[in-house]
């Protein structure tokens, strides 16, 4: 039964990690190639989570976090070019 859910748990991040670089390399603007890597690395995340959570282990635990700050330093980045073009 374990191993069937891990199946599961790995195509569904697997799939979601191949929509989110798909997007990456066809989105049309900046802002959408952003928006999918912050959910590219949100699904890193989370499937490192998942696999913390089968193995029972924190080794992984400061890799999510910088991952996290990676992600959120990013976005505010952009963020903050975007809205310097704008006034421009």
């Known amino acids: 039964m374990m191993t069937v859910i891990l199946w599961i748990i790995v195509a569904m991040f697997g799939a979601s990690a191949l ?3 798909y997007r990456i390399l066809t ?3 900046l802002l959408d190639r ?3 890597s ?3 690395v949100a699904t890193i995340m989370c499937s490192l989570g998942a696999e913390m959570a089968i193995n029972r282990h924190t080794n992984t635990l400061p890799v999510m976090l910088v991952l996290a700050m990676f992600a959120i330093v990013g976005s505010v980045s952009v963020a ?3 809205s ?3 006034e421009a």
Do not use: E, I, K, Y
């Open 34 to 36: 952003v928006v999918a």
């Open 19 to 21: 929509c989110a670089v």
């Open 27 to 29: 989105g049309p603007t």
């Open 80 to 82: 903050r070019f975007m």
């Open 38 to 40: 912050d959910v590219l």
């Open 84 to 86: 310097n073009q704008a």
